[in-house]
């Protein structure tokens, strides 16, 4: 069996754990029953000894493998990561929800993308990286009564994720404590305007909307002064065309969106700007998790 997901790109500016995407940059995994415990790693995390010892992936699938079987047997994985681990694209959702999805479909058991999502919602409280990751596409998520309530719209072909990823990451769980406890009325209302505003430009694909909706008062200026260059990551992408460029999830990578003709030579004046962070282009990812056989 083989399982694909995306990487995701959360918060988009000011719709702090709400908004969210998916970006066609995906963790693959095969598993395999095996008469020993066995894994092997490619790609991102390859060489993260926590990765082979204490992979949070093969904890979460084993918990729920267990329940559903009630049997003990050995497993195979062999991981293909693309998604960098702690560089807010992501990567502990991925985790998640292509742990709990293998476990039903090793079982032959058939899961719907909104039990899956609320299953993960149990590992991680927030849904706007955990929503496009079942899902895929653009979506709005909020929890309500415990279960996440969204609205997906697929992203076009015709804009493209640019992500700077840079060498050093960023926990979510230190980069939250990096926020204030308290906001000014006017900081929240600046919010709650941008993104209402940015969900409807997303909807509407009405790109030239972004630039503006996309501004945020409450959590990117905290976060990336733990690393003072993404402002100049963010400047050099609007100043060369990107519609949006925001911090994705709680960093450290900066994410922009851009028209498709605009895209490569975005990508190439950040490369040479930042040439010791990795700069990737990529389409969005509208399947969300998927299992292949
Ligand atoms: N491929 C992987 N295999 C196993 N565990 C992983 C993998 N990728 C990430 N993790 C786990 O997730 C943790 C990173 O989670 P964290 O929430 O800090 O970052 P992120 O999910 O990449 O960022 P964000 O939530 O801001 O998008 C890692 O320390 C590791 O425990
Ligand atoms: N909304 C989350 C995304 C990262 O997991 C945050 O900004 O902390």
Redesign the pocket.
């Known amino acids: 069996m083989r399982i694909s997901v995306p990487a ?3 918060n988009l500016g000011p719709g702090f754990d709400t908004l969210g995407l998916a970006i066609s940059l995906h ?1 693959q995994v095969s598993i395999k029953p095996s008469k020993f415990h066995s894994v092997s790693l490619k790609g ?2 390859s060489n993260n000894p ?2 082979k010892d204490n ?3 093969i904890a979460i699938f084993n918990d729920f493998y267990h329940n559903l079987s009630q049997k003990k047997r050995h497993f195979r994985f062999e ?1 293909s ?1 693309e ?13 998640i929800v292509s742990a709990i999805a293998s476990a039903y479909a090793i079982e032959g058991i058939k899961i719907e993308k909104e039990k899956l999502l609320n299953l993960a919602l149990a590992y ?1 409280s927030h849904p706007d ?1 955990i929503t496009p990751a079942v899902m895929g596409g653009f979506n709005v998520a909020t929890v309500h009564e415990n279960e996440v309530k969204f609205i997906k719209k697929d992203m076009p072909r015709s804009v493209k994720a640019i992500v700077v990823i840079p060498n050093r ?5 230190l ?1 939250r404590k990096a926020l204030p406890f308290k906001y000014s009325k006017e900081d929240t209302i600046f919010n709650i305007s941008h993104s209402s505003l940015l969900t409807a430009a997303f909807i509407n694909e009405d790109w030239e909307m972004l630039r503006n909706a996309s501004l945020d008062k409450i959590h990117q200026k905290y976060r990336m002064k733990q690393m003072p260059e993404l402002f100049d990551v963010q400047k050099t992408a609007l100043k060369h065309g990107a519609l949006m460029s925001t911090l ?4 450290s990578t900066l994410f922009s969106i851009a028209l498709n003709e605009d895209a490569k030579r975005i990508e190439s004046e950040l490369h040479k700007r930042f040439p010791h962070f990795r700069v990737l282009t990529r389409g969005f990812d509208n399947d969300g998790v998927v299992i292949k056989d």
């Open positions: 995701t790109s959360a963790n991102e995390g926590v990765l992979n949070m992936f991981f990561n998604i960098p681990l702690s560089r807010g694209l992501g990567s502990s959702s991925a985790v991680e990286n990451p960023m926990s979510t769980q980069s994705s999830g709680s960093g």
